[in-house]
Structures are given as C-alpha cells and as structure tokens.
C-alpha cells in the first residue's frame, strides 16, 4: 500500500523519501527532522551534516530503506569508502538489493574490487523464489483489492480501495458478485461471529475522494448478505486506518498510519478510543492479535515489529536476533508460534515468516518464503487457513499516482490471489 502522501525532495536522493503529517513527539517526527536536515545539508555540500543527520533519521526509523541507501552515499561522501561497504554488504546479507546508481560517489563504491560478491548477492537476491500452489484470478483490474478475509466455511471476502465495494465469493472457485458498497474504500476487513467488519478511509486512491472532508472509519456489516449494521468514524483528526483485528468478545483495534497509534473499540461500542500511542511509532500497518497470549503484534514500516500489551497499551520493540531487515512490512498474520508478513516497502518485495523466542520478545530467525514472483502488483493483504496462507498478489498499488490517478504503467492486472503452502516453523 502507498502508506505515504507527501515527498521530501532533494536533488541528489535517489528515489524520494515519503512522508505522512507531522506529528507532536514520536518516531515520524524525528525521521522527518532528520530528512529535512539532510536535504539541507545536502544542498550546502555540507557532509558531515548529512550523515549526521541521516544517523538521526535512522534512529528515529530504523526500518527505513531510503535513509539506509543514503547513508552508503553519505559515507562515501565523507572519506569512509570501507564503512560505505560494509552497509552494502549487511543490506546484501539481509536479502536486499539497493539502486547503488545515480551518483559519482556510488559509482566509485561499486567500482571497488570488493564490491564484486556484494552485487553478485544482491543479483541473488533479486530473483524470485518458491511457487504458489494456486493462484485464482479475477478479470477485474479496476478494484485497487487490499483487503481480504475468510470466513469458517472458507468464503472468500475482497474490499476494493478505489470503489469502496465489498464483494464475496461461496466458494473457494467462484466468481466474486457485490454484496454490499462501503462509505469509502476498503483497507482491510475481518469476519467475526457473522459480521464483516471494515476499515474505510475515504482518502488516497478512493475514487470519490474530495467529495466530503476526509474520515476513517470503522464499519460493520452482515456477513451473508452484505447488509451494513453501523459506521463508526474515528473522531480525532488525521486518520487513516490501515488494518484491524476484531476478538472474539468483539473488542475491534486498528492501526492508523497517518498519525501513528492505535485505536480500540469496546463490544458494542460507539467510539474508537486511541489504545496506544508509543513516540517510538511512526507509521504503524499490520496488526495481529494473540488473544490467549494477551498481546497484539505490530507492523511498523519504518520503525520495525511491535508487541503490545492488549490490557494496558504498553508497547516493546521485538528483540531483532536474527538480524533481519524489518521495514516495509504490510499485513500480519499469526501462525504457529511466529508471524507470517507480507514486506511489500523493501527491494526485493517477499513474504516472510518471523519466528519468535518462547516469552515472544525477541525474532530468532527470518525466512523467506515467496520472493519477486512473475503475476505480482505490490502484494498487500493476506489470510491464515489452516496450512495455507491466501494473499492479494496484485493490489495494483504501483499503477496508481499519489492524487489516484492511473499511471501508464506498470499496467493495471486483474485480481490474482496467490496460494502458499505453510510447513510447520
């Protein structure tokens, strides 16, 4: 998903960093201090500022694969070719591949003798890897599919972001028909003791954005005929939900990315509360809940993996053990004793399994499990059932522009949901 509204822009950056609303005192705050120094810095050819500045926007986002390319840049700018090479190399070891070009420092780094094996990795790591055992398609190309869900009797549920349409398939091999229309677009969606639940934002790529002042909102519908049962719109200003979870009780949390937090609704409730707000977050995106364990995982694109306490909001940062680059993760999803997540905002996109020590404090090991494949759009969303894990191989996210409008390419492709098979981790 295009997480980010808004561009720094600086001409020597390769790629423009993407940036959300300012806020008060947390993580994005000081990730865009950082990046506004640096571009002044930049500007000035003033490096040692530059890498001092991307060092602090690195501490404010560590997940952040733009502020990490730059600080190569920045080391090969201040004299420190050796340090500029054992980035590249740690990126290339995590199973990243980086655009090393658009610079005459970063075409003396790739000219260094040493620098062989870390292209040669990152050439590796640029291919796809492993196959879905079914991939379903739909013809429709114009829905911008983010969400999906099942229900217990495997009934397939797709939300569209560009129509606000919500649609169902019976079966696992039938054709998707419209069952109900939502307020806005649909981000994300949850079946729960036969409610469908939603994630609306009537913003970004939303077709009829403009048409009313901007919301996020929670909606709830009938599962089987798509009748809806109530919205609830979040009330603090500069929303937009990205994902949600929904407990058995009925107790609804979602994630907003634009002003990073998260909201919890009571069962029965009438307003979403802000449940937690941690100043380390800065644009928080997948959620998954571990009811049992009393905890409720976090996908944070630029800050990392999260764990939170469901009953007081308290926020830690897992442990990374296993060494792994953590930014750009989408959806999330529980199973067996890890995580499985979709990181779609890295080079290469993949998806992934998170294994966790036994307390699920710290990641002890990173596996990639689908990586680059042919059919892909920006895969997004997913859902766990039993062994098999069923995601949106083609959100179609890179073919749209930041105002929604349609780019020329990459060209728009249908609706394709691609199968993984799930081993015991």
């Given amino acids: 998903m295009k997480k980010f509204i808004s561009a720094l822009a600086a001409a020597a950056f390769v790629g423009a960093p993407v940036l959300a609303p300012a806020s008060a005192e947390n993580g994005l705050s000081g990730y865009r201090a950082g990046m ?63 655009n090393l070009s658009g610079h005459p420092a970063f075409e003396a780094l790739t000219a260094m003798p040493d ?14 890897l492993g196959a879905p055992s079914q991939t379903r398609e739909f013809e429709d190309t114009g829905l911008l599919p983010e969400a999906i869900a099942y229900d217990g009797k495997n009934k397939l549920y797709i939300g569209s972001v560009r129509t606000g349409a919500i649609l169902k398939a019976k079966q696992m091999d039938e ?64 929303a937009m939900l990205g994902d949600l979870e929904v407990a058995k009780d009925g107790t609804v949390y979602a994630s907003d990315s634009i002003t990073p937090r998260l909201f919890r609704m009571a069962p029965d409730g009438q307003t979403l509360e802000i449940f937690s707000a941690d100043p380390r977050f800065a644009n928080p995106q997948g959620i998954a809940l571990d009811e049992k364990a009393g905890k409720l995982y976090m996908a944070d694109y630029l800050a990392g993996l999260f764990v939170i306490d469901v009953e007081t909001g308290e926020a830690t940062l897992l442990t990374n053990e296993a060494d792994a680059w953590l930014g750009g993760i989408d959806g999330l999803y529980l199973y067996e004793d890890g995580l499985i997540g979709i990181q779609n905002g890295s080079t290469p996109q993949r998806v992934v399994y998170i294994g966790l020590n036994d307390d699920k404090t710290a990641i002890t090991s990173f596996v990639t499990m689908h990586r680059s494949l042919a059919g892909w759009n920006e895969p997004t969303h997913g859902a766990v059932i039993g062994k098999d894990f069923h995601y949106i191989a083609t959100s179609n996210w890179p073919s749209y522009n930041d105002d929604g409008t349609v780019k020329d390419k990459p060209a728009l492709q249908p609706l394709r949901i691609m199968t993984l098979p799930l081993e015991s981790k």
């Fill in 36 to 98: 506004e120094r640096a571009a002044a810095a930049f500007e000035a050819e003033d490096w040692p500022a530059l890498d001092t500045a991307l060092e602090d926007a690195q501490a404010a986002a560590p997940g952040s694969l733009y502020v990490y390319r730059n600080r190569i840049l920045s080391r090969m700018l201040t004299g420190r070719p050796g340090e500029a090479l054992a980035l590249a190399a740690a990126a290339a070891r995590r199973g990243l591949t980086l």
């Fill in 115 to 128: 620098f062989v094996p870390v292209a040669a990795q990152m050439e590796a790591n640029a291919a796809s």
């Fill in 175 to 238: 054709a998707l028909t419209l069952i109900s229309q939502a307020s806005g677009g649909v981000f994300d969606l949850e079946v729960r003791n036969g409610t469908l639940w939603a994630a609306v934002n009537n913003q970004l790529a939303y077709e009829k954005t403009g048409e009313e002042d901007a919301f996020a909102a929670v909606m709830a519908f009938n599962a089987k005929t798509g009748a809806p049962i109530r919205e609830i719109r979040v009330t603090q200003e500069d």
